[in-house]
């Protein structure tokens, strides 16, 4: 196991048995148990582990994981509810969106993980899939699809 799997190990242990309020309070956990690692390093290890800050009703922060199906339940939610085009155009997929809401699918894209997607861009409304080829991109878009209402028409 390299550096970082181990890391990783350590700080899903470590959010699962005891509660963690911020990061540096993560970072100090960390390094009891051996582990110096920087906030930026900090910052995108819990990116690529899927854990968020809640705020709670009194004014304190938790942090907390967030599974894979749950991120695919909340794009199915946002598909159904602000999606207004899907549509490939070679190695990119348009993604099109109610006004605002652009940048939570992006969020959600990238937090999901789809191993075709190298970046997604987004503005207000609309949000642009980068792939790696037109391969990818045929790949990433039926994956997309399968999160559409069924009601739904998208473009290839």
Request: charged share 25%; with cysteine; glycine share 2%.
């Amino acid at each position: 196991m390299n550096k970082k799997e181990t890391r990783h190990q350590l700080i899903r242990s470590l959010i699962s048995e005891m509660k963690i309020h911020t990061q540096h309070e993560l970072q100090q956990a960390l390094l009891k148990n051996g582990i110096s690692v920087t906030q930026a390093t900090l910052s995108r290890d819990m990116k690529e582990l899927n854990l968020v800050k809640v705020n709670h009703e009194d004014n304190h922060y938790e942090i907390y994981s967030i599974t894979q199906s749950r991120w695919e339940h909340r794009l199915r939610f946002y598909m159904e509810d602000a999606l207004v085009m899907l549509r490939r155009v070679q190695n990119q997929i348009i993604l099109k969106t109610l006004p605002g809401l652009a940048q939570s699918f992006g969020s959600i894209l990238d937090s999901i993980q789809i191993p075709e997607i190298l970046a997604t861009v987004c503005g207000d409304d609309t949000c642009l899939i980068i792939c790696e080829d037109i391969e990818s991109a045929e790949r990433c878009f039926e994956e997309l699809s399968k999160y559409t209402p069924p009601f739904f028409f998208s473009e290839k």
